[in-house]
Antibody, heavy 121, light 107 residues
Framework: EVQLLESGGGLVKPGGSLRLSCAAS????????MSWVRQAPGKGLEWVSA????????YYADSVKGRFTISRDNSRNTVYLQMDSLRGEDTAVYYC??????????????WGQGTLVTVSS | AIQLTQSPSSLSASVGDRVTITCRAS??????LGWYQQKPGKGPKLLIY???TLESGVPSRFSGSGYGTDFTLTISSLQPEDFATYYC?????????FGGGTKVEIK
C-alpha cells in the first residue's frame, strides 16, 4: 500500500524558514517524480513544485521560485521542501503527491494527509 | 500560465441525479487533464486522467470527456459518498494548474 507521510509544518514568523519532509513507502520511490501541492485555508489547490525521480530536474511555481527548494533522498525514500523567506500568503496545508507515471508533471495518484504551515507574527 | 475555469463553482443535487461539471482551459491542452475529488480534511483523490481514463478502483458512474480546451466530468447517478469538492488539473506544461473547484452539496 502506498503511503505518503508529511511532517515539519508549524507556525513561523514572516521571513522565517521551514523544511517539510514527506516519507514514502509502498512503491519504488526512486522511479517516481514527486510534487508538493498546497491549499490555503478555504481555498483551492495550487501546485508548488516538482522533482524528477532521479532528482536532477526541478520545477517551481512562480509564486515560490527563488524562495523554495525541492529535493529528495532516494536512500531514505523522502522528498523535502525547504521554504525560506516565508510570507503570509504561504499559509496553507502542504500536500506531498506522487506522480501516476514515471514522467515529471502528470496527474497524482496518491496524496499525503497534508501538513499545515502558518506564517504569522 | 494556463488558466482553468470550472463551472459551476457549486451545485446542489439529490441522490440519483446526473451531475455535470465543466472545465475550460485558456489554451489548448490536448487531453492533458485530470479530475480529483476532495473531501473535508483529506487529500484529493484522482478520479480521471488523460481527460477520459478512469483511475483504477474508481466507480464507473464517474466519466470524463473532452479535448483541447473544453472538458467535462459526469457523475451518472450521484451517491451519498460523492458529496465533495471536485477539481480539474492540467498537466500539458509547467506550471501545472488547477481549476477553482466545484462543491457538490446535498439538495
Amino acid at each position: 500500500e502506498v503511503q505518503l507521510l508529511e511532517s515539519g509544518g508549524g507556525l513561523v514568523k514572516p521571513g522565517g524558514s521551514l523544511r517539510l519532509s514527506c516519507a514514502a513507502s509502498g512503491f519504488t520511490f526512486s522511479n517516481h517524480p514527486m510534487s508538493w501541492v498546497r491549499q490555503a485555508p478555504g481555498k483551492g489547490l495550487e501546485w508548488v513544485s516538482a522533482i524528477s525521480g532521479g532528482g536532477d530536474r526541478t520545477y517551481y511555481a512562480d509564486s515560490v521560485k527563488g524562495r523554495f527548494t525541492i529535493s529528495r533522498d532516494n536512500s531514505r525514500n523522502t522528498v523535502y521542501l525547504q521554504m525560506d523567506s516565508l510570507r503570509g500568503e504561504d499559509t496553507a496545508v502542504y500536500y506531498c503527491a506522487k506522480d501516476r507515471i514515471l514522467i515529471t508533471g502528470t496527474t497524482f495518484d496518491h496524496w499525503g494527509q497534508g501538513t499545515l504551515v502558518t506564517v504569522s507574527s | 500560465a494556463i488558466q482553468l475555469t470550472q463551472s459551476p463553482s457549486s451545485l446542489s443535487a439529490s441522490v440519483g441525479d446526473r451531475v455535470t461539471i465543466t472545465c475550460r482551459a485558456s489554451q489548448g491542452i490536448y487531453s492533458a487533464l485530470g479530475w480529483y475529488q476532495q473531501k473535508p480534511g483529506k487529500g484529493p483523490k484522482l478520479l480521471i486522467y488523460d481527460a477520459s481514463t478512469l483511475e483504477s478502483g474508481v466507480p464507473s458512474r464517474f466519466s470524463g470527456s473532452g479535448y483541447g480546451t473544453d472538458f467535462t466530468l459526469t457523475i451518472s447517478s450521484l451517491q451519498p459518498e460523492d458529496f465533495a469538492t471536485y477539481y480539474c488539473q492540467q498537466f500539458n506544461n509547467f506550471p501545472q494548474t488547477f481549476g477553482g473547484g466545484t462543491k457538490v452539496e446535498i439538495k
